[in-house]
């Protein structure tokens, strides 16, 4: 990185390092897993970034996943610019709130009740906190390599910035909390059952990405979901999607819709709120009657419901709804990049896997299938790391992280996969 394309962004990262921890204000953006300092961005539009150093590139992270339409979509930042005419925040109900629960409703049928929150981390913790109140019970079951915000009782074996540090158990949490978090395996449903025969009566809520997204991108095998809601269903635990990825991206009702599987409860974050800091968690109603104010599970949040945030949110969804054919698009996309790129690799003779699921592709660089954390975790990462800085030097921005899912949004078109391609191969 002493390329001088990237002058201004080094100069920045200096200044930031002097009063931002690490010089972030979320551990991944800061490159410690591909080396180099972070590039500090100033526009968006569409399918391109723009640095502050003016060089270009396209958009393969898409802030995580909340920009499915791209950057700059006219219909939702015209909405945000009259909100913000309006009224930025007020702190009690607004017809706004009941506009977006509805709507989601109306993408996810299931879905009784809805309550907004400020984040994905949020609407995990406050997930747990609901199904252990509901249930009287203390033990949630998660699975290595699975992320659910950084809430200390997630913070075991957790996937994303937690597993790219190499500390996927973190300092701070207690053993008093870690011992109430039990671990199993992704996609081993005998594994599971076993955990819970021996935490028999103890076991409040098994909490599952239904799609793992945050050590690469794993898809469930065909009896995993379905095995974890017949064991929730015979055990009375509270089965939880953690879908703050896949929710409205991998279908309007997400991965529980695409995959027919449904949950006791839904977490929901990034796409929720195109972009403006949003999540969500829903469910049944039957469970939703002990949350606040209507039951004794506390729960709360001055900025949820915020009407920016909410403007944000609904047109994003609302365009989602209205234009559902958007998913198979996005969806032929990223399977066009999943054969171009296995082609390219095939060429060069280099050791692959390449998993995808409708828009969230991973390349992992080894042997075996990457099924599990186990298996996610055996990957090369100095490949990695030497390909990422490859594409971000020619105009296409990835994840920094091997373990991070790559996002394709509906902006990305015939032109940007073909570039992206190009690069690829000229490795
Ligand atoms: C991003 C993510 C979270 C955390 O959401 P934040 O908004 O970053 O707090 C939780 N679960 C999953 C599956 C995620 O991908």
């Not at 007020?90 to 299931?110: N, S």
């Not at 747990?128 to 699975?146: E, H, M, N, P, S």
């Not at 954390?373 to 990695?384: D, I």
């Amino acid at each position: 990185m002493s390329d001088i394309r990237y002058n201004r962004s080094k100069s920045l990262f200096e200044r930031a390092c002097k009063s931002i921890p690490g010089g972030v204000n979320s551990p991944v953006r800061a490159f410690n897993a591909v080396g180099g300092s972070p590039i500090f961005f100033k526009k968006a539009k569409g399918a391109y970034l723009y640095d502050e150093d003016g060089n270009t590139y396209i958009d393969y992270i898409n802030s995580w996943g909340p920009m499915i339409l791209g950057h700059g979509k006219e219909e939702v930042v015209e909405a945000v610019k009259a909100q913000a005419d309006h009224a930025f925040s007020f702190g009690a109900p607004t017809e706004l709130e009941i506009e977006v629960a509805e709507q989601i409703r109306q993408m996810v049928p299931w879905l009784d009740l809805v309550r907004m929150v400020n984040s994905g981390t949020e609407a995990c913790m406050s997930a747990i906190r609901l199904a252990r109140g509901y249930t009287g019970r203390d033990k949630v079951i998660k699975f290595a390599g699975c992320y659910h915000g950084h809430a200390d009782s997630f913070l075991i074996q957790a996937g994303s910035g937690a597993l790219t540090l190499g500390e996927p158990n973190s300092p701070g949490v207690t053993a008093g909390t870690a011992q109430d978090t039990l671990l199993a395996q992704f996609n081993d449903l005998a594994g599971v059952v076993e955990l819970v025969s021996n935490n028999a009566g103890n076991v409040a809520a098994i909490i599952v990405e239904p799609v793992a997204g945050n050590m690469g991108c794993i898809p469930p095998s065909d009896e995993f979901l379905g095995g974890l809601r017949s064991l929730c269903d015979r055990e009375g635990i509270v089965l939880i999607f953690d879908e703050v990825m896949t929710g409205f991206r991998l279908s309007t009702a997400g991965a529980a819709g695409r995959l027919g599987i449904v949950p006791d409860l839904v977490t929901y974050g990034k796409v929720i709120g195109g972009g403006m800091p949003v999540g969500a968690f829903g469910g049944k109603r039957e469970i939703f009657e002990h949350l606040a104010p209507t039951g004794p599970v506390y729960q709360a949040g001055t900025l949820s419901g915020n009407p920016l945030a909410m403007v944000s949110g609904y047109h994003t969804l609302k365009y989602l709804s209205d234009h559902p054919e958007l998913y198979e698009r996005i969806d032929n996309t990223t399977a066009q990049i999943h054969s171009d790129m296995e082609s390219v690799m095939n060429e060069k003779g280099m050791p692959f896997q390449i998993n995808r699921i409708g828009s969230m592709i991973s390349l992992h660089f080894c042997e075996n299938p990457v099924t599990d954390f186990t298996s996610a975790t055996v990957g090369n990462n100095e490949t990695f790391k030497k390909f990422f800085h490859h594409m971000l030097s020619n105009g296409v921005y990835l994840p920094p992280s091997a373990y991070e899912t790559w996002f394709i949004s509906d902006a990305i078109g015939q032109e940007e996969v073909e570039k992206t391609v190009e690069t690829m191969r000229s490795f």
